[in-house]
């Protein structure tokens, strides 16, 4: 199983990303029954959960990100996504998608790096 994230870049404050999350080497009833999930890392800081969908595509949200971020997921594409709306130089960070397997192997992404200038 691998991820494959994509779609991070340099944007001014206030402006938009959307990140992609393309899974591979799962079949389609798995991939669409995992929660699929967002975290970012910030230079000197821990990771952290951005945003998680399950897979009957209820959603979790940080409280920083609330309004701002929108999660997804397209399970015939195996893919997840992160809109990313009125972005602020605080959500600068290497962005990492993740799920689960069988309630216990987790697996990552290789990151994406937002920065947002002010």
């Known amino acids: 199983v691998q991820l494959q994230a994509s779609g991070g870049g340099l944007v001014q404050a206030g402006g938009s990303l959307r990140l992609s999350c393309k899974a591979s080497g799962m079949i389609l009833s798995e991939f669409s029954g995992n929660i699929m999930s967002w975290y970012r890392q910030a230079p000197g800081k821990q990771r952290e959960m951005v945003a998680t969908v399950t897979g009957s595509k209820d959603t979790n949200y940080t409280d920083s990100v609330k309004g701002r971020f929108t999660i997804s997921r397209d399970n015939g594409k195996r893919t997840a996504y992160l809109q990313m709306n009125n972005l602020k130089p605080e959500d600068t960070a290497a962005y990492y998608c993740?799920?689960?397997?069988?309630?216990?192997?987790?697996?990552w992404g290789q990151g994406t790096l937002v920065t947002v200038s002010s």
């Open positions: 993740h799920t689960i397997r069988f309630k216990k192997y987790h697996y």
